[in-house]
């Protein structure tokens, strides 16, 4: 019996995690699967989930394998997303922020949201810019094939996180570094985006840092809405994009 998870090993060597439903098309029906767990081969780590035995897998091979075993789509996004493609220059020291973003109608399992892991889990379920996964680009790290948003959504995720308020100086100067933005791109996501609230401090940050592609842009196309926000409950009020934000953020020069 042990030829056949070893076959499944060698044409799989990067994985450690694996789903009872894949292994089940791969020829690993659930009474085997659980001769092998008895057998110690495999590790339980929840209903239909297994380990290899003696392997830990991280929170990001974890990801790769419920996106590639399952068909599904979580995505790494926000401050986890600029960390991979090197904007890491103002990101927060300590335990390292895994932030996963899925639509409403497929919500990661309690298991993943919930287990100790390399990362600390920051989910949210959205569809803020849409369904269809723009801006989001495949990438392999550390051997695995992840669903990372590209620097133009990722940005644009930080603004939406429910704390964004708090940090809003701190995403500014990731902004100033964001001097390589695809403007055609940037452009797709403004006009798919629903947030006005997102929309009108992405632009706002934009606008201040001065880059080159801003200057691209098309914003009559963008809808940014007439309702006045209060980013935050007292600071200065910005009259042309209708909102009142840090009066730090507002003065920084």
């Known amino acids: 019996m042990a030829t056949k998870i070893q076959q499944i090993l060698e044409s799989h060597p990067n994985s450690s995690l694996f789903f009872g439903n894949w292994l089940t098309k791969q020829g690993l029906n659930s009474k085997e699967q659980h001769s092998y767990m008895k057998r110690g081969w495999l ?18 091979q974890t990801v790769a394998a419920y996106n590639s075993q399952l068909g599904k789509q979580c995505i790494v996004g926000a401050y986890t997303a600029l960390e991979l493609r090197g904007y890491s220059h103002y990101l927060s ?33 959205t569809s803020f810019l849409g369904t269809d996964l723009k801006a989001v680009e495949p990438m392999v790290v550390e051997s695995n094939s992840l669903l990372v948003s590209s620097p133009e959504r990722a940005f644009l995720e930080c603004l939406h996180l429910p704390d964004a308020a708090s940090s809003l100086l701190d995403m500014y100067y990731i902004m100033e570094s964001l001097t ?38 098309k914003l009559d196309s963008v809808t940014f809405g007439t309702s006045r926000y209060m980013i935050v409950p007292t600071g200065k009020y910005i009259a042309k994009y209708n909102m009142t934000i840090p009066k730090e953020l507002a003065e920084y020069e």
């Open 43 to 60: 590790t339980r780590i929840s209903k239909g989930v297994y380990a290899l035995k003696g392997k830990s897998p991280t929170l990001l």
């Open 93 to 125: 020291l300590g335990k390292p922020k895994a932030y996963l973003f899925t639509d409403k109608e497929n919500k990661l399992p309690l298991w993943i949201v919930q287990g100790k892991w390399d990362m600390a889990v920051k989910y949210m379920t």
């Open 180 to 217: 390589t933005l695809r403007p055609k791109l940037v452009q797709s996501l403004l006009e798919s985006c629903t947030s006005q609230k997102v929309k009108r401090l992405f632009v706002y940050m934009a606008e201040k840092a001065a880059h080159p592609w801003f200057k691209a842009l």
